[in-house]
Structures are given as structure tokens and as C-alpha cells.
């Protein structure tokens, strides 16, 4: 290493000689950080997406790689938002990553006191046959007058505002057909 | 006006910075100094729950100086309309409107009708449309009346709307709103001025709410104010104008357009009553009203096209396209109604998707006490929240109210796939429908809503295949049929997509217009204002076009109903010959050499359809939409000033006292609304208020509302280290006043009290809550964020759990913006002994005396 390039690797001597004054750029890259790429930069993709807090509808970017989600950033593109995202929107990377984010059906039985682990499929199985059994008991067909009811009073579901429409319509149709009326969400509340 | 919009908006909030920045003066009305507030031009302090008597206020201003936009009002909205002489005003029944049933509690809107009309009031049942939140069918804009009905241009007529609003708002003069609301008469007269100078052929007002509005037991009737308001200043269906409901989840909006709602279906179909719509025929004609104006007449359309894509091949003419199979209303089965039936018992099952009631509900106690009485629950989120652990460290686990080793309830808690994790849309606030592409799949057992619903409802079909019970077959034959992909079996969410928007039955071609659905079984549309949003077989909803490449309304971002339409109404934006207003407010306008509608948005009207035209007699429907009427879904065309169907509690916004108020209402015998919902039971006891005796024991008013670093019932933000390092603690805020009357220390510890419950957390002494003068003495307020629970990495005491049951009549949303509370100093007492201490409070108050239930969890007969 010759003289020259041994100062010219010291940053100080770069943020006085340079264009750089301040210090705040070029003048202080190391080798290390002059290689650092952008997680950005080395996604294998990018999803258009939304913002799931308020309602505003912020545009995000989400990049992902390997299968997971690697950053969440402001979609500049968008006319609503202009890239911009506030602290909870900047934070959804967080959401959709945090550790405490549930992987597995939990149950809990009649009268126990701990949680415990149980198969989806098996929870489905015991959900569907649950909702069956909650129709056929509190199934009202008729009312006093003969005039048709065609419903049951024995299940409620309460959701809605952070879903997709999509989900929201089959929601909608199949509790419709189920002939469950206490469908509410937040739009209630 | 009831929105903190920096706080809880703040990206939205840009655009007023923007417009700040360009000469717009910004104007916030709110009880606390708030983010929003260091942003104005202008703060106003107020009462909570005061807000009909200040925008009274500017109503009367505007009208005794006659600063109403006069060619916009005459033109296009009701002010010339004539009422029935029947009609009388709470001015001359202090309080009240005609047509009171003080039994019911309930009106008889009869009188309230246009002269000539009286009929069309008869038929309203206004104890079922209060039991089924009937008005909540306007979302989708437009009441009903008859078309053409008798009208005075120059506004002279003692009984025409004008002169009948100019009279009810009299009395509501800034001495008045300075004893009501507590704002000081000079700076009330400032607002007036403000607001009244942005109107007219060359400017414009906008005005914002959000649930600092909707929250209240006459909240409707606040926006109706709002929009009272904005309709005599010229300010709907222009470009910088209009009302803006800033809604605060992702698609909270699709979630009212495709309801999660019980009396609605989608495209805000009514759910069909037991007696009024017994069959097809009286269904529809109830929705479209046959001889009023407007787009509402196709509703066979919309309502035939609906079932037909329910049930499919199943649905025809002749079985009335199964419209039978249609669950029934009978009354209130809105989530309140249904807590409390929990409570009784009556409840098999819940699911919970995406929402934590035990935290985000009014009356958190109810709330949990109902779920620890049901024999199953679902929760489908991403975090274990507090309606998921209730029966484990919920609060009542403490005070031995649920007694987990006694609670039956049985809990499946299934993890939800987050908003990355799937495809599909959301509706924002204003209408606007964004497609999201999905960027990773879900882990483990997190899956979508989309597939546990559509999975569910495979599974529920294969066992009731075999079945022979009529009742089954509107879940055999429903149309299940949707298309799935990958390992995890995901159904396509295009495809659901795909039958929202709408096809022909004999080709299976895409939709593009509402106005191509038919009554006769030939189109399917599972949301008839959707419809366009696939038009072409192109998901319009994914389209993004960068506002760097596009005019400023963005039209080709996105899509929003109906029709891709950015501003509502926009007829309004020319001037009744069809020119714009000025060239500064150019929107939408008549091309006379084309023949034809143009402008920047896609404009609200027929696009050929002249100024000049006017509808031949005996007309109804489209066809009577006179080339002046840019109200297109209202009956008569017409900005309702004067609503005189929709409304249970009135035709005219009036000021009544909140539920709970320290104060007797100054301008009318009749203190609080009449009309309100309440639920009179020992679980859901009220503090009083004036006349009734007691009312000091709650003296001060608390509110509440949020941070701009949580989001609702904390789920998505009390469960992220960011955020919760960003806003670690539950607090309340109490001016330097109150804080030393009471004894308060900034950052001690301090609890609310009410008849429901006492909440604890940290004090914030603070100018930001300014004592107010009210009624001759001084009112003290406190606020509260409502995020807390004892979930997540900040724990604290839930807000919501201090807040009592009673509903808008209209919409069935609680009053959660204002209460009556005491503030003490110190934490509040632990265990058993809390239920004692606020059972201390109700019997000094002279309410309820009888504990809240206790879960004995017997369990019911069928099991």
C-alpha cells in the first residue's frame, strides 16, 4: 500500500480535500460499507401491495427473498400516499415478521386452563361440525305467522374491516346460505 | 370536525398540509389541542357531544345572513320544496318533532313528508327501522320520495325548507353556542366567517369527520349537520369540496360496500324482513320505490342478479330466484344485541376475524362476560389477542367474574395470513378499490380468510350432502365452485373477484356497467356498485399507473365505485345550464358540440342527457331525472336540507345532550335523543344525567380516541417492538386545573371511574385539555387512548371498558365518545375489591344496585 492510497483511506483526508465536506457521504464509506447493497437491491422480488392499518390505502412495496419478506417501503408511484408511510405502515415489515406472530392452531377445551396444540385439518373438521350441529339446534324455519325465517340466532361473527372484499363476499355468502343473520364488523362499532 | 386527522390519518393529512401550503385555511374543532390542532390555522375548543349546537351555530349564521350559495341551493337541493302542513318542528314541541309515540319511543314520520305526500310517510315502520338499522341502506346514497314535488324558487314560502330550516336554527346564536359548547362568542364568529367565505361559483370547503362523529347516540345526525351545511354553501359534488368520512381500517369501507353486516347484503341490499318483505316483489319494490326518481328504480336488477350469483342455475323466475332461502330480520341482531344474548345465554357460537372486541367494543366487561358464555369460539388473527385469552388473564379472571376452571367456552385460536401473505382488495376511504399482489405464502398452519371460509363451506356441504332438510338446500345448491391453486389449496381471489363484478349467464362475459344488470336472470353480480371492476375481463382494481404519468384525480390508479368515479355527484360541479361554476373549480361539464358530459372524472350523470331536459309528467325512475338533478339515487333528485324519509330520530339535526352529560340541555325540554337505543338491564347501567339526581357523582366528560402509533384494539401495533417502544404506556390526559383539584401528579398514576368500571394509567398533566366554561361553571374533560389490554409488549387497562351501551338510532354505533366519568388520584383497586368500589359508585349515583352478572357456566341443556 503506497502512501497515497494509505491517506486517501483515511476519511478525514477525504472530507477535507473532497466534495464532501461535511463528512456525511463518500468521505466516510468504508471498503465494507462502499459494498453494502440495499436489502432492496437483492430481493428476488417485489409485490404491489397496501397498507393494512387506516383506511388512506398508503401504496407499499413489499420485497421478498428466499420466501421471505426482507423490506416494506413506501410506493412512490402512488397518487394517495407519494411514498410516503407513517410509523405504523413503516412498521409492517415488523408485523408480518414479529416473533410473536401465531404459527399454529391453538385449543382450548371446555374448563382447561392452558392452551394446547391441535392439526388444522382436525380443527377444521371440529369447526364445521360445530357450526352444523349450533344451525340444526337453533334452527328457526318459520315464524308465528308461517311467514319464513330460515335462519339461526345460534351464530354470531364479528370481522371484517381489516379483510380483503374477496373474503368479506364469501363470508357473506356462505353464512347467508347457513342462514346466520349476527354477521357484524367494525363498520358497527 | 371529530377527527384528529394528523394523528390518525397522517399520510392522508399531507394533502391538507399541501393545500395549506397553497392559500386553504385549516379550521380543527375538537374538545383537546391535538396533533392536528399545531397544524391549524384556527383551534376551537369545545364540549364533547356538542357539535349540532355549533354547526346550529353556522347554519343560522349563514342564514340570517343569507351567505347560503342561493343559485346552487334553489337549483339543487330541497330548500324550495314545500312540506306537509302537518309538519311540526321541535322549536314549537321543545324538542321533539310530530309524530312522537312517547311509549315506543318512536316516531311516525308521516307529517314530516312533502306536501302532497303524507301517504308515503304511512308506510315507514319506524320501530323496525331503528330495530334493523334500516337507514344504513343510504351508504350507497339516496333516499326515497316521490319525484316532482311542489317547490317555490324564490324561498318565500313560510312552509318550504328554507324558511322551515331558518326557523329551527334561530336560536342557535353564538350566545347560545357559548353556553352549550363552551366556545367563547368571538371565536365562533371567526369560524362562521371562515366557513361562509369558502363558498360560491370560485370557492369551496371541505369538511372532515371521522368517529370523533360517528360514535354517538345522535351521531348520524352530526353528519347530517355537516352536510346540511355544505349543501347551503355550494360545497357537494365539487372539486375541494364535499364531506369526507375518514374511515379507519384498511377496508373498512368494503366491508360496508360487501357487508359484515346484518341487515345488509351487498351493494347495500336490505336483509329482507319477516313481514315487510315476504316475497321478491315486495323486497324490491321496497328498495326502489316505484314512482320516485333516480337509479334505485333497477333494483330488481341489482337484487335478482345477486341471487343468481348466490344459487346459481337454482335461482329462477320461477322459484323467485330462491329469494325465499334468505335468512329473515326480526329485529335488532347488531353486535350489541347480540353481546348481551351471549350474556343470556342464547349464543352457540363466534367467530372473531381480524377483531378483538374484549378491547376494541364498548362495555369490555359485556363483552368478555358474553364469550365466557358460549359454547365455542373461533379466533382467526395473527397474534393471540385479548378476546382470544379472556378466560385465561382477562380482567375479570381477576376479580373472579370468570373463573377459567368454570367457563365452558370452547376456543379455537387459528392463525390468520397477514396482508403480504395473500391477493386481493381493499376498499379505502373514499371508495377507492387497490388490488394487492401476494409477496411470500403463509407459513405453517396461517392461512386466509378466503380459505378458511371457502374450506369451511366445503367441508359444512360434505356433511350435509345426503341430507333431505329443506333447510339445507340453500347451502347445497349454493354456487362453491371457485377455483384453487398451489399446496395450500388457496382459492383464487380473481375469481371471487370476477363474480362481484358481474357476467352474462349465457357467455360468461365480464360486466362493465351496474346499468347492464338485468331482472331476468340472464347477469350475475355479487355487488351490484362493484360491477366495472373486472370490466373487460381486466382486474381494474391492480392497475397502477404512476401519478407521475397521470392528471391529478389519478383516474387510472386503481378503481372506485361506481364507475371508477372520483368525486360523487359531480353534476354538482357545473352550474345548472351545464357550465362549470368558474374556471377555477372546472370539474365535470355539458359539451354542447359533442352533446355529451366531459371533464376530468367520469362524470354522474347520463352522459347525453342535456341540462335542458326536462322529465315528461307522470315520469319515474331515470327517466324523471331532470338535466338539473345531480343527486341522481335521491327521489326527487335533490341535496336533502330537510330529510324527511331515512332518518328515525327526525327530520332536521337538532342538539340533544349525550347520553350521559353533566349538563341539562339549554335549548329544548327534551334533554338527550329521544329515539336512542338503550338497553336497559343491571349489565348495562347509564350514569345520570340532569334532570335525574346524581348526575355529580360523574361530573367531569371523558373521551377518548387514537394514537397515531397504535392502531384500534392494539392487535397489529401493541405486538410490535417499534411501536410499542414509540407509545409504551397507557395514559390520560387532564389539564393543570383538574390535575390540581384532584391531586393529580404529571406521570403518577390516576383512575376513571364509571357505573361500568374503573380504568387506571398514567397522567399526563397538560394545556392540550383546556377547562371550558359551560352554562355558567366550569367543566373539566379527560382523554384517553382506547388501545390498551393486557395482551401484547405494553400492557394496560382497556378505555372501552369504562364505556356503557347506547346506540345511534339510526346505524345501531354506540355512543363511545363521550361519557361522564370521576377522576381520582392513584391506582385503582385490584381483585374482588374493584367490583365493590365501582359498585360503591353506582349506588351513590342511585343506578342499577345489582352487580354484574357472574359467569356460573352451567352448561346449557343441549350438550
Known amino acids: 500500500m503506497g502512501v497515497r492510497t494509505w491517506i486517501?483511506?483515511?476519511?478525514?483526508?477525504?472530507?477535507?480535500?473532497?466534495?464532501?465536506?461535511?463528512?456525511?457521504?463518500?468521505?466516510?464509506?468504508?471498503?465494507?460499507?462502499?459494498?453494502?447493497?440495499?436489502?432492496?437491491?437483492?430481493?428476488?422480488?417485489?409485490?404491489r401491495s397496501v397498507c393494512p392499518y387506516c383506511a388512506v390505502g398508503c401504496g407499499q412495496r413489499v420485497f421478498h427473498k428466499d420466501g421471505k419478506v426482507t423490506q416494506i417501503e413506501g410506493d412512490p408511484d402512488s397518487p394517495i400516499s407519494r411514498g410516503r408511510l407513517c410509523p405504523k405502515g413503516s412498521a409492517s415489515k415488523n408485523l408480518v415478521t414479529s416473533p410473536l406472530r401465531q404459527k399454529h392452531v391453538l385449543y382450548r377445551r371446555p374448563y382447561a386452563t392452558e392452551?394446547?396444540?391441535?392439526?388444522?385439518?382436525?380443527?377444521?373438521?371440529?369447526?364445521?361440525?360445530?357450526?352444523?350441529?349450533?344451525?340444526?339446534?337453533?334452527?328457526?324455519?318459520?315464524?308465528?305467522?308461517?311467514?319464513?325465517?330460515?335462519?339461526?340466532?345460534?351464530?354470531?361473527?364479528?370481522?371484517?374491516?381489516?379483510?380483503?372484499?374477496?373474503?368479506?363476499?364469501?363470508?357473506?355468502?356462505?353464512?347467508?346460505?347457513?342462514?346466520?343473520?349476527q354477521i357484524e364488523n367494525q363498520a358497527r362499532i | 370536525m371529530g377527527s384528529n386527522m394528523a394523528e390518525a390519518h397522517p399520510v392522508g393529512f399531507q394533502w391538507v398540509m399541501e393545500a395549506k401550503s397553497r392559500g386553504a385555511k385549516v379550521v380543527h374543532i375538537d374538545p383537546r389541542f391535538t396533533r392536528t390542532s399545531a397544524l391549524a390555522d384556527?383551534?376551537?375548543?369545545?364540549?364533547?357531544?356538542?357539535d349540532i349546537a355549533f354547526l346550529g351555530g353556522v347554519i343560522n349564521y349563514v342564514l340570517q345572513n343569507e351567505l347560503d350559495f342561493r343559485e346552487y341551493v334553489t337549483a339543487y337541493t330541497n330548500a324550495a320544496t314545500i312540506l306537509s302542513d302537518d309538519y311540526v318542528d321541535a322549536e314549537d314541541l321543545d324538542g321533539l318533532f310530530s309524530g312522537f309515540d312517547e311509549e315506543g319511543r318512536q316516531y311516525d314520520p308521516s307529517s314530516w313528508q312533502y306536501a302532497g305526500h303524507e301517504e308515503s310517510g304511512r308506510s315507514q315502520d319506524m320501530h323496525s327501522q331503528r330495530e334493523t338499522a334500516s337507514p344504513m341502506q343510504h351508504e350507497s346514497h339516496g333516499g326515497s320520495t316521490y319525484a316532482h314535488p311542489r317547490r317555490d324558487l324564490t324561498l318565500q314560502d313560510p312552509r318550504c325548507v328554507y324558511q322551515v330550516l331558518k326557523r329551527h336554527y334561530a336560536r342557535y346564536t353564538p350566545e347560545m353556542v357559548e353556553r352549550v359548547c363552551g366556545v367563547p362568542q368571538d371565536t365562533f364568529r371567526q369560524v362562521c366567517e371562515t366557513w361562509a367565505a369558502a363558498s360560491g361559483r370560485e370557492r369551496t370547503a371541505m369538511l372532515v369527520y371521522s368517529v370523533g362523529w360517528t360514535q354517538h347516540s345522535v351521531g348520524v345526525q352530526y353528519i347530517r349537520a355537516g352536510a346540511v351545511l355544505q349543501l347551503l354553501l355550494g360545497n357537494v359534488g365539487r372539486p375541494g369540496g364535499g364531506v369526507m368520512a375518514l374511515r379507519g381500517?384498511?377496508?373498512?369501507?368494503?366491508?360496508?360496500?360487501?357487508?359484515?353486516?346484518?341487515?345488509?347484503?351487498?351493494?347495500?341490499?336490505?336483509?329482507?324482513?319477516?313481514?315487510?318483505?315476504?316475497?321478491?316483489?315486495?323486497?324490491?319494490?321496497?328498495?326502489?320505490?316505484p314512482g320516485q326518481e333516480g337509479f334505485w328504480a333497477d333494483a330488481g336488477a341489482y337484487g335478482v342478479s345477486l341471487l343468481k350469483a348466490y344459487w346459481g342455475?337454482?335461482?329462477?323466475?320461477?322459484?323467485?330466484?330462491?329469494?325465499?332461502?334468505?335468512?329473515?330480520?326480526?329485529?335488532?341482531?347488531?353486535?350489541?344485541?347480540?353481546?348481551?344474548?351471549?350474556?343470556?345465554?342464547?349464543?352457540?357460537?363466534?367467530?372473531?376475524?381480524?377483531?378483538?372486541?374484549?378491547?376494541?367494543?364498548?362495555?369490555?366487561?359485556?363483552?368478555?362476560?358474553?364469550?365466557?358464555?358460549?359454547?365455542?369460539?373461533?379466533?382467526?388473527?395473527?397474534?393471540?389477542?385479548?378476546?382470544?385469552?379472556?378466560?385465561?388473564?382477562?380482567?375479570?379472571?381477576?376479580?373472579?367474574?370468570?373463573?377459567?376452571?368454570?367457563?365452558?367456552?370452547?376456543?379455537?385460536?387459528?392463525?390468520?395470513?397477514?396482508?403480504?401473505?395473500?391477493?386481493?382488495?381493499?376498499?379505502?376511504?373514499?371508495?377507492?378499490?387497490?388490488?394487492?399482489?401476494?409477496?411470500v405464502e403463509p407459513e405453517a398452519d396461517c392461512r386466509s380468510e378466503l380459505w378458511f371460509f371457502y374450506h369451511l363451506g366445503v367441508r359444512i356441504r360434505d356433511r350435509l350432502a345426503s341430507s333431505t332438510e329443506a333447510r339445507d338446500r340453500a347451502v347445497l345448491d349454493l354456487t362453491w365452485d371457485y377455483p384453487t391453486h398451489g399446496e395450500l389449496d388457496e382459492p383464487s381471489a380473481e375469481a371471487v373477484l370476477r363474480e362481484i363484478n358481474g357476467y352474462r349467464v349465457a357467455d360468461g362475459k365480464p360486466l362493465s356497467s351496474y346499468t347492464e344488470l338485468a331482472g331476468d336472470g340472464s347477469t350475475v353480480c355479487g355487488c351490484w356498485i362493484y360491477c366495472g371492476v373486472y370490466a373487460d375481463g381486466v382486474n381494474q382494481a391492480a392497475r397502477r399507473k404512476s401519478r407521475h404519468e397521470q392528471?391529478?384525480?389519478?383516474?387510472?390508479?386503481?378503481?372506485?365505485?361506481?364507475?371508477?368515479?372520483?368525486?360523487?355527484?359531480?353534476?354538482?360541479?357545473?352550474?345548472?345550464?351545464?357550465?362549470?361554476?368558474?374556471?377555477?373549480?372546472?370539474?365535470?361539464?355539458?359539451?354542447?358540440?359533442?352533446g355529451e358530459w366531459t371533464g376530468a372524472d367520469v362524470p354522474d350523470f347520463e352522459r347525453t342527457k342535456p341540462p335542458s331536459y326536462v322529465p315528461p309528467e307522470g315520469s319515474s325512475g331515470v327517466e324523471a331525472i331532470s338535466g338539473e338533478d345531480p343527486f341522481i339515487m335521491q327521489g326527487d333528485g335533490k341535496g336533502w336540507l330537510f330529510a324527511s324519509v331515512g332518518l328515525v330520530d327526525g327530520p332536521l339535526p337538532t342538539h340533544y345532550e349525550p347520553a350521559e352529560s353533566p349538563f341539562r340541555n339549554a335549548l329544548y325540554g327534551q334533554q338527550a335523543n329521544p329515539a336512542r337505543k338503550v338497553y336497559d338491564r343491571a349489565d348495562n347501567?347509564?350514569?345520570?344525567?340532569?334532570?335525574?339526581?346524581?348526575?355529580?357523582?360523574?361530573?367531569?366528560?371523558?373521551?377518548?380516541?387514537?394514537?397515531?402509533?397504535?392502531?384500534?384494539?392494539?392487535?397489529?401495533?401493541?405486538?410490535?417492538?417499534?411501536?410499542?417502544?414509540?407509545?409504551p404506556a397507557m395514559f390520560m390526559e387532564v389539564s393543570p386545573e383538574l390535575a390540581a383539584e384532584r391531586g393529580l401528579e404529571h406521570l403518577g398514576w390516576a383512575h376513571v371511574v364509571t357505573a361500568r368500571s374503573a380504568v387506571e394509567a398514567r397522567v399526563l398533566v397538560t394545556d392540550r385539555l383546556a377547562p371550558l366554561r359551560v352554562d355558567g361553571r366550569v367543566l373539566h374533560q379527560v382523554w384517553m387512548p382506547y388501545h390498551w389490554g393486557q395482551g401484547g409488549l405494553t400492557t394496560g387497562d382497556s378505555a372501552n371498558d369504562l364505556i356503557g351501551i347506547t346506540l345511534d338510532p339510526n346505524v345501531l354505533i354506540q355512543e363511545s365518545k363521550v361519557a361522564t366519568c370521576d377522576v381520582r388520584p392513584g391506582r385503582r383497586p385490584t381483585g374482588p375489591e374493584l367490583v365493590a368500589y365501582v359498585e360503591g359508585y353506582r349506588r351513590r349515583a342511585g343506578v342499577g344496585g345489582r352487580p354484574l352478572p357472574v359467569v356460573t357456566a352451567t352448561p346449557s341443556e343441549e350438550d
Open chain 2, 685 to 727: 347501567v347509564t350514569n345520570p344525567s340532569p334532570p335525574e339526581e346524581h348526575s355529580d357523582v360523574f361530573p367531569i366528560v371523558l373521551t377518548t380516541s387514537r394514537l397515531t402509533e397504535h392502531h384500534t384494539a392494539g392487535g397489529m401495533s401493541r405486538t410490535l417492538d417499534y411501536l410499542a417502544e414509540l407509545q
Open chain 1, 8 to 47: 486517501e483511506g483515511w476519511p478525514v483526508y477525504r472530507q477535507l480535500t473532497g466534495e464532501d465536506p461535511l463528512g456525511r457521504g463518500a468521505a466516510a464509506q468504508s471498503p465494507v460499507s462502499h459494498e453494502l447493497l440495499p436489502r432492496t437491491a437483492e430481493a428476488d422480488g417485489v409485490a
Open chain 2, 551 to 594: 392528471d391529478e384525480v389519478a383516474g387510472e390508479w386503481g378503481w372506485a365505485w361506481p364507475a371508477n368515479r372520483r368525486i360523487l355527484y359531480n353534476r354538482a360541479s357545473a352550474d345548472p345550464e351545464g357550465r362549470p361554476w368558474s374556471e377555477r373549480k372546472k370539474y365535470v361539464w355539458w359539451d354542447a358540440e359533442k
Open chain 2, 313 to 439: 342455475d337454482a335461482a329462477t323466475a320461477e322459484n323467485d330466484y330462491c329469494f325465499d332461502r334468505l335468512p329473515r330480520l326480526t329485529g335488532d341482531h347488531g353486535t350489541y344485541r347480540t353481546v348481551l344474548d351471549m350474556i343470556d345465554g342464547k349464543v352457540k357460537g363466534y367467530f372473531l376475524l381480524g377483531q378483538n372486541p374484549a378491547v376494541g367494543s364498548a362495555h369490555g366487561t359485556a363483552q368478555r362476560l358474553g364469550m365466557a358464555n358460549l359454547d365455542w369460539l373461533v379466533v382467526r388473527d395473527l397474534f393471540l389477542i385479548e378476546s382470544a385469552t379472556f378466560w385465561k388473564d382477562g380482567p375479570e379472571v381477576a376479580t373472579g367474574e370468570i373463573v377459567p376452571e368454570e367457563c365452558r367456552t370452547e376456543v379455537f385460536f387459528l392463525p390468520a395470513a397477514s396482508h403480504v401473505e395473500k391477493e386481493g382488495t381493499f376498499t379505502q376511504t373514499q371508495r377507492l378499490l387497490q388490488w394487492r399482489e401476494k409477496a
Open chain 2, 249 to 289: 381500517h384498511a377496508s373498512i369501507q368494503g366491508s360496508t360496500d360487501i357487508p359484515t353486516l346484518f341487515n345488509l347484503l351487498p351493494g347495500y341490499l336490505p336483509m329482507p324482513h319477516h313481514s315487510q318483505h315476504e316475497t321478491l316483489q315486495q323486497w324490491v319494490d321496497a328498495i326502489r320505490h
Open chain 1, 115 to 181: 392452551w394446547e396444540r391441535l392439526d388444522l385439518d382436525q380443527a377444521m373438521d371440529m369447526i364445521a361440525d360445530r357450526v352444523v350441529a349450533a344451525r340444526a339446534q337453533t334452527w328457526e324455519d318459520r315464524d308465528s305467522g308461517g311467514r319464513p325465517l330460515n335462519r339461526t340466532l345460534g351464530i354470531a361473527s364479528l370481522g371484517g374491516a381489516t379483510l380483503d372484499n374477496e373474503e368479506n363476499y364469501l363470508i357473506k355468502k356462505l353464512f347467508t346460505a347457513l342462514g346466520a343473520l
Open chain 2, 42 to 50: 384556527t383551534y376551537v375548543p369545545l364540549r364533547a357531544g356538542t
